[in-house]
């Protein structure tokens, strides 16, 4: 059953520069507090997606053309829950639930954790403060990043799909690949992640088949209100009008 699904779902997504991953609610909800738990029961089948550098070519940029008008919120988001909602499309008989990175519960808390998903599904290993042995940065606080093997961090993780009538008991799991394997690697990944990821070299943490062009990166590194430009579409004070 999951191989048929991820079939399904890799054949629409895939074309468009996503990536999606198979993994059991009961993986995710055990290595998490009971704050960040998913409510389904243990052997639910669920996919995380990513999006790889392709995306922007493949799906965003004609998103935008196609839909320039209806574009209200951010252009990526907005194309992503899109494309989910027309694979949603594709499974007229099952329940599918999607659940965006961005939304949060009422606490303010994010729906899901990203990473841990990401890593759970064995699609990219997450880095974490406790990863280090000899930990150089005392109090500070330090996030934790997910480095995919082909893409290093030149990608996002944009949801989750859960499929709550499809049971998956014998599903098993695949390890992340470890690619950031040495502490001195780990440390230097960690630092430029926290303290410079503006200048996108935790990105290129171990050699990748693909990274983000310079228009995507010009892209990513505008601010949110002023992207709509650089795609071409009129800015927010202009767009109020079309609503
Ligand atoms: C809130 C948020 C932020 C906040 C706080 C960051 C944080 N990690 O808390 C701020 C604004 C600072 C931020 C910044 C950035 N962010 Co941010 N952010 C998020 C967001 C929305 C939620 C993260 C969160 O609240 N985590 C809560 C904490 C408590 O989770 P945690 O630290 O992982 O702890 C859990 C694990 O340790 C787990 N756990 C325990 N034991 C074990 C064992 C194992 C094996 C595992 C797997 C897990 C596990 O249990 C803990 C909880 O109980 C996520 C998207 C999402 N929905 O997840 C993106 C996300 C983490 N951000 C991302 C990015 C890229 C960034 C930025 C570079 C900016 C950007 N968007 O380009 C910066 C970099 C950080 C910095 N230097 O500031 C990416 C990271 C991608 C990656 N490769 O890992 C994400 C996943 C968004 C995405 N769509 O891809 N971010």
């Given at each position: 059953m999951e191989a048929r699904v991820a079939e399904q779902l890799r054949g629409a997504l895939g074309q468009l520069g996503f990536e999606v991953h198979a993994f059991k609610v009961g993986w995710y909800n055990a290595v998490l507090q009971p704050a960040f738990h998913l409510p389904y029961p243990d052997d639910t089948l669920a996919f995380v997606v990513l999006s790889t550098p392709s995306m922007f070519d493949k799906a965003l940029k004609p998103f935008v053309n196609k839909e320039r008008l209806k574009i209200i919120r951010d252009p990526v988001d907005q194309c992503v829950s899109h494309h989910l909602s027309c694979v949603k499309e594709k499974f007229p008989d099952q329940k599918v639930d999607i659940i965006c990175d961005y939304e949060i519960l009422p606490n303010r808390k994010p729906k899901f954790l990203a990473q841990t998903a990401a890593h759970v599904a064995g699609a990219a290993y997450y880095y974490q403060?406790?990863?280090?042995?000899?930990?150089?940065?005392?109090k500070k606080k330090i996030y934790g990043v997910c480095i995919h093997p082909k893409y290093g961090g030149w990608f996002a993780i944009r949801a989750l799909l859960l499929f709550p009538d499809i049971q998956v008991p014998f599903l098993e799991q695949s390890a992340p690949i470890d690619?950031?394997?040495?502490e001195e690697k780990r440390i230097e990944l960690l630092e430029q992640f926290n303290f410079h990821w503006q200048d996108w070299r935790y990105r290129d943490i171990i050699e990748v088949k693909e990274r983000y062009s310079e228009e995507q990166k010009a892209y990513f590194a505008t601010p949110p209100a002023e992207r709509f430009r650089l795609l071409g579409l009129p800015g927010e004070g202009q767009r109020s009008t079309f609503h």
């Open positions: 403060r406790k990863d280090v042995k000899l930990d150089p940065w005392g690619c950031v394997s040495t």
